[in-house]
Structures are given as structure tokens and as C-alpha cells.
């Protein structure tokens, strides 16, 4: 599967945002999937995962309560919806898509077997 996030930009903090990311070959439902960001300097991190139905999601202590990950399997299409928005959320946000009978956590980035190009989120204080 060939992963793409999109919608990225520049916000100040406390405004929204909304990511998506659609599939362009291969079909999501195939895969449980997750978000993680990279900020300059620093490692990659963790943020969101979902199964492949989108009955279960696990969410990073950072952004729990403020962002909300969602599926359309029908669109082939993951979205993650940003609010409350801090400049600490800035970075490059990917999606990436992981064998649901890979054992790793959802959370461990060598769980996911594809990856799309970021979309870059800047928030400003």
C-alpha cells in the first residue's frame, strides 16, 4: 500500500488542524495504522494508532483529549483531527500502515511495514 498524509500548514496555538491520510494503491482495510511525528532534532514520535475496523485506538499521553484519530475504510482514507493545537505538536506528521498480526506494539514504529511522505504542521506561539 502507498500511503500519503496531506494537510499540513501553519497555525497559531490553539486553532485545529485536520490530516489525512489516503491510500493511492492497496486498500487500508488490509491494515491497522498509525500516526507519528518527527520534530527537528528529535526522534521519531509516536501519536495515534487504529485498528482495522476502527473499533480501537491508542492514543499518546501528548496529545490525548486534544486529537482524535479516524478511518473510512470505504475511502480508503485515515484522518487525524488536531485541536488545541501547542507549538510542542510541531513537526512532520506521518502515517504509516502495519500488518495486524505483527505482535509489535502499535506504538513501536518497526511495527509498521509501509510509510507515506509527512505533511509538515507548524503551530506558532
Known amino acids: 500500500v502507498q500511503l500519503q498524509a496531506s494537510g499540513g500548514g501553519l497555525v497559531q496555538a490553539g486553532e485545529s488542524l485536520t490530516l489525512s491520510c489516503t491510500a493511492s494503491?492497496?486498500?487500508?482495510?488490509?491494515?491497522?495504522l498509525g500516526w507519528f511525528r518527527q520534530a527537528p532534532g528529535k526522534d521519531r514520535e509516536y501519536v495515534v494508532a487504529?485498528?482495522?475496523?476502527?473499533?480501537?485506538?491508542n492514543y499518546a499521553d501528548s496529545v490525548k483529549g486534544r486529537f482524535t484519530i479516524s478511518r473510512d475504510n470505504a475511502k480508503n482514507t485515515m484522518y487525524l483531527q488536531m485541536n488545541s493545537l501547542i507549538p510542542e505538536d510541531t513537526a512532520v506528521y506521518s502515517c504509516?500502515?502495519?500488518?495486524?498480526?505483527?505482535?509489535?506494539?502499535?506504538?513501536?514504529?518497526?511495527?509498521?511495514?509501509?510509510w507515506g511522505r509527512g505533511t509538515q504542521v507548524t503551530v506558532s506561539s
Open positions: 504509516a500502515a502495519k500488518y495486524p498480526n505483527n505482535d509489535a506494539s502499535s506504538s513501536s514504529p518497526t511495527g509498521y511495514a509501509f
Open positions: 494503491e492497496g486498500t487500508i482495510s488490509l491494515y491497522s
Open positions: 487504529i485498528s482495522r475496523k476502527g473499533g480501537a485506538t
